[in-house]
């Protein structure tokens, strides 16, 4: 057999690849988030026929005579550049600029987080697709199932905004955890005539036969929002490990202490039932107003993730990638520059400190690296009730369709006339 023949071979299979990397983006041309990929051939080993040589005085140079032996498949890029966006759902959401919406398991991911390792943030999907929605449990969650990570609320409205002392801030907590919904406490209680309340069992405050409210009787509604859980500190003196522990649910009090005792029996935790929610497209604020009680809440925040090399991220299908050795190190930034506005400077702590004994016998206070800086998302926004279209262009396709057949007939072709000569060959004896 010849080199032309070997060759040939080698451009059946490439073009072949191709043909399969193009087949994939026209299956997706109406795939919302799908970035194109663009097949880029490199040509394979030589044999050296002749050598080159410099020039003398005397003769000129020669090149070198070389043989190729086809071609082969040197990348499949990915185009992460966006195209257009399309109307969607009002709880939708598109990503206008670089960066990627963070999602994963709701407990097995949030556990292995740490904020003193930023490789740790790796084990989280990145989608460009916000086909978001709260479900059964409560979590926001996209159309494929996976639970939005971001920051949550604790605590409505304790801080006083310093540019405006009319208006409160939240109290965000700086843990990456799963967005989710808060809860509802539904306590009964009795109204006497000065209007006093006093706690009461829902048996004596809710109607049996009617299931309404008996007269005297009322229904207070108050918002929970998940509580951090305090770090170990049973290490005095020694480092602070315990810094992995997501955000718990809260749940109602039952001995006297900070918070007034409540009978258990009185009391109804639910996940907050909203309406109207909202995300802001400048800060990635989740926002709604619960159907009982009319109460303004803010649930939390939209973390993004920014990777170093957008186009070097690894596809893993429907519509999520992870942030492998080829993209480089993977940030957690928020949107509109809000994290300095919350005091959300590192996530799970601004301030990480250490005791170590000093040769006197003094301790002395080291403080450790920040490593989980939390910055803005620069000039990123969201585009709210939208998905973003696919950045395939079908003509470009069709036209790529086109020239990868005709390089496939041509390569089929060299076979034929090589199998011709090769023919001719073995007649000769005859």
Not at 128 to 152: E, I, N, P, Q, S
Request: hydrophobic residues 30%; proline residues 5%; glycine residues 12%.
């Amino acid at each position: 057999m010849t080199g032309a023949m070997y060759a040939s071979i080698a451009g059946l299979k490439t073009h072949m690849q191709k043909l399969s990397v193009i087949g994939n983006n026209v299956a997706n041309v109406n795939t919302a988030g799908y970035k194109t990929k663009r097949t880029v051939f490199r040509d394979s080993m030589y044999n050296m026929y002749s050598t080159g040589s410099n020039g003398t005085e005397v003769v000129g140079g020669m090149n070198p005579s070389q043989i190729g032996y086809g071609s082969l498949i040197g990348s499949i890029d990915l185009d992460m550049s966006s195209s257009s966006y399309n109307p969607g759902n009002p709880m939708d959401c598109a990503i206008v600029g670089d960066g990627f919406f963070l999602v994963g398991d709701d407990k097995e991911i949030a556990q292995s987080i740490d904020p003193n390792d930023p490789e740790t943030f790796k084990a989280l999907n990145l989608t460009r697709v916000g086909d978001f929605f709260f479900d059964a449990k409560g979590y926001l969650v996209d159309g494929g199932g996976k639970v939005v990570y971001g920051f949550m609320n604790t605590n409505e409205g304790s801080k006083k905004d310093p540019s405006n002392p009319d208006k409160t801030i939240p109290d965000i907590s700086d843990q990456l955890v799963g967005i989710r919904l808060p809860l509802m406490e539904k306590a009964y209680v009795k109204v006497d005539e000065t209007g006093a309340e006093t706690p009461a069992n829902k048996s004596d405050a809710i109607d049996a036969t009617t299931g309404k409210l008996n007269k005297g009787y009322k229904i207070n509604y108050t918002v929970r929002y998940p509580v951090t859980k305090p770090q170990n500190n049973n290490n005095p003196g020694g480092t602070n490990t315990d810094t992995t522990i997501p955000l718990e649910d809260y749940t109602p009090p039952t001995d006297a202490g900070a918070n007034p005792p409540t009978n258990t029996e009185t009391v109804e935790l639910a996940f907050a039932q909203m309406d109207s929610i909202t995300i802001d497209k400048k800060t990635g604020a989740i926002t709604g107003i619960t159907k009982e009680g009319k109460i303004p809440v803010t649930i939390g925040y939209l973390a993004i993730g920014n990777v170093t090399n957008p186009n070097g991220v690894s596809h893993i299908g429907q519509s999520y990638y992870q942030c492998d050795a080829g993209a480089g190190d993977l940030s957690i930034t928020m949107l509109g520059g809000v994290n300095q506005e919350l005091g959300i400077l590192n996530v799970n702590g601004s301030l990480y400190r250490k005791t170590t004994q000093g040769g006197t016998g003094n301790n002395d206070t080291e403080e450790l690296p920040r490593k989980s800086e939390v910055t803005s998302a620069g000039k990123t926004e969201l585009m709210t009730g939208f998905l973003e279209a696919p950045n395939v262009d079908l003509a470009t396709e069709i036209s790529e369709l086109i020239t990868t057949q005709r390089g496939y007939q041509a390569n089929t072709r060299i076979i034929t006339v090589t199998d011709s000569m090769l023919e001719e060959l073995v007649n000769m004896k005859r």
